[in-house]
């Protein structure tokens, strides 16, 4: 059985299908990449996972269950964490306690608890700091732990945003364009971390890319889509290779012109 | 400035960030505490009236600073809490110690229950809708005339814990301490929400709605949560300025006053305890402060004392207008600039704190 089924997905917009009849499966442990032209419907499907869109057809299935009866606060409960296109941190907090917030769904203690803040809630902070300490560690955040987000640059609040996905301890990544406005060396380190996010933590990681020799060096499989249809799935080289992929990339050539490889 | 070299995860979680600060406030605590000693009776009670004017701005600031939801609507639960504490002591018997409590809880239920239909409202809408509720609570004490007397208005009974009296002019300093000892309760329970997995929730999603949904937080509940306790707090600091005003009617919980605490917090600085009691400060000592200086200023002229119908809200609005212009953090960004200008001179440079502006926020979804 796979993590991640998605059976034949609809979201329509008014006139505009933003995601037409798509359907694939994501098997636990491989990297999945997500390509296309803007609004192919990348990120529309990342919504859709993170039940923020509500699908005109078809079913989502986590791990064999339909997920369409969640709420969107209930994913993250389940094991999938994300990251947004467009960071989507806590400006007014620090990188620390954005990385806590990660760790809400391991929350054990009460609201009554808390306001007294008993013993047992100190415990319970002093666990989950030990826990975001290895997501630190791994991230090379030490020197921001107290910093503010609202001060720190572009490729730190990329690698922070990632950090809070991974403090949920989740199943499956959702990363929407990880490596979008980083320079070559910032990517290449996103680069070793999908891959050590899938190898040594055993998370699944579903990525959302247009550079594709980030996508061609870390994924497993590559799925393009073009106006929220699905165009080609397979291998990375086989997808890059293929004519309709070329084709929604550059445009459609010459009717009769061969598309070159 | 103090670089504290932190060795364990407790001094991330403790109360205090070093030892410094904790000397510091317990000097001001202190120093509290020996304020009835130094002040006269009068200068005692306005203090009193600052301190309940704290709680109650530490209430809203809970809900605008922390959470980001902007309310007009506080002095309905300022009017719930303290209809809530006078009527439970006259109808049902019940002592202070009971009434009082149970007049905070009362009203953060009604403040939880009211969250659910208005936090779907955001920003300009929701402080929209919390004005409505404001206005509301004006009417609503007139129309339950049987229970709250209406305009005529109640009479609240000296606080008696234990067969010792609290009254404002019977025994002004321990009434004063006990509203002392309320705010520092007050307080902690801020603090202790500001450090848990609760205020965090609450940060989360003043920044973003979105990414707090995508971490797991039920944003429509934790909207809730912050609503009732904000306005459970509220209720407290009604409850007391029923006991301290001795009378109160329909008039006493209008529209201004819940103005009147929003501007309090805005000026005070949004987001931090400091702020709550800058702002209650100003909002609290301003009106004797312009008539003080009014009477002053009516002996040198040689005229008496001059009447400027309006001119205690025209000041309000010159300083709030001078805030958000020129301070937009409040007097307690304010504080800090000048406290860092110390700490690091001659190293501060005057564009330290200058606010920079990101254009990477997406569309929220509203």
């Known amino acids: 059985m796979s993590l991640l089924e998605i059976d034949n997905v609809t979201l329509r917009f008014g006139g505009v299908t933003a995601v037409n009849q798509v359907s694939f499966n994501v098997e636990e442990g491989e990297v999945f990449a997500l390509v296309g032209p803007n609004g192919a419907g990348k990120s529309t499907l990342f919504n859709l996972i993170s039940r923020i869109y509500n699908p005109a057809e078809g079913d989502i299935r986590f791990d064999g269950k339909s997920i369409l009866d969640k709420a969107p606060h209930e994913i993250a409960p389940l094991g999938i964490a994300r990251t947004f296109q467009n960071i989507e941190l806590f400006e007014q907090a620090t990188v620390m306690q954005n990385l806590l917030v990660g760790r809400h769904r391991h929350r054990k203690s009460n609201m009554w608890s808390e306001l007294l ?80 996010i899938k190898k040594q933590m055993g998370i699944t990681v579903i990525m959302v890319e247009h550079d594709m020799h980030l996508v061609s060096s870390v994924s497993d499989r590559v799925l393009a889509l073009a106006d929220g249809k699905m165009l080609s799935l397979g291998k990375p080289h086989e997808v890059q290779n293929d004519p309709r992929v070329i084709e929604a990339y550059i445009g459609a050539s010459d009717q009769n012109a061969e598309v070159s490889a | ?115 659910r239909p208005m936090t779907r409202l955001h920003g300009v809408y929701l402080a929209i809708g919390t004005l409505a509720l ?42 004063y301490l ?8 007050v307080v902690l329970v801020y603090r202790n929400i500001q450090r848990s997995p609760l205020g965090r929730s609450f940060a989360a999603i003043r920044d973003s709605e979105i990414s707090a949904q995508a971490m797991g937080v039920n944003v429509a509940r934790t909207k809730a949560i912050a609503f009732g306790i904000s306005a459970g707090i509220t209720g407290l600091a009604g409850a ?50 312009i008539a003080i200086s ?35 953090q409040g007097i307690y960004g304010r504080w800090f600039k000048i406290r860092t200008f110390f700490e690091l001179f001659p190293f501060y440079r005057r564009d330290m704190f200058r606010r920079q502006k990101s254009y990477l926020k997406t569309e929220r979804m509203r």
């Open chain 1, 117 to 196: 803040f008993t013993p047992y809630v100190r415990t319970e902070e002093r666990r989950h700091r030990a826990a975001i300490e290895k997501v630190i560690d791994f991230l090379d955040l030490q020197a921001y732990r107290e910093k503010y987000i609202a001060g720190l640059p572009y490729g730190v609040r990329k690698v922070v945003e990632m950090g809070r996905a991974l403090a949920i301890e989740p199943r499956l990544l959702l990363l929407d364009e990880p490596a979008s406005g980083l320079s070559v060396e910032e990517t290449q380190d996103v680069a070793f971390w999908v891959e050590d």
């Open chain 2, 178 to 185: 006990l509203i002392l000892a309320i705010t520092v309760a």
């Open chain 2, 294 to 328: 009014r009477d002053l200023l009516g002996k040198v002229m040689g005229g008496g004392t001059i009447a400027i119908p309006g001119l205690e809200a025209a000041v309000f609005g010159a300083i709030l207008i001078a805030f958000i212009l020129f301070e937009p």
């Open chain 2, 134 to 175: 404001a206005i509301l609570t004006d009417d609503l004490i007139v129309l339950a005339t049987p229970l709250t007397n209406g305009v005529m208005g109640l009479f609240a009974p000296d606080i008696q814990i234990f067969g010792y009296g609290f009254n404002r002019y019977g025994n002004p300093i321990r009434l």
């Open chain 2, 240 to 289: 007391l300025i029923g006991h301290y005003a001795g009378i109160f009617n329909n008039e006493t919980f209008n529209v201004i006053l819940s103005i009147q605490l929003l501007l309090a917090v805005v000026i005070g600085g949004l987001g931090t305890i400091h702020g709550a009691f800058f702002g209650a400060a100003v909002v609290a000592l301003l009106p004797q402060a």
């Open chain 2, 1 to 115: 400035m103090r670089t504290v070299f932190k060795t364990s995860y407790d001094a991330d979680i403790d109360l205090f960030k070093h030892g410094a600060q904790r000397n510091w406030y317990i000097l001001l605590l202190v120093a509290a505490l020996l304020l009835p000693f130094v002040l006269s009776e009068f200068a005692l009670g306005e203090m009193t009236n600052l301190l309940i004017w704290s709680i109650a701005c530490m209430g809203l600031m809970l809900l605008v600073g922390q959470t980001g939801q902007p309310s007009l609507g506080h002095a309905a639960f300022l009017a719930v809490g303290c209809y809530a504490n006078v009527l439970l002591q006259e109808r049902l018997g019940l002592p202070f110690i009971l009434s009082f409590p149970l007049a905070g809880l009362i009203a953060g239920v009604a403040g939880a229950l009211i969250a």
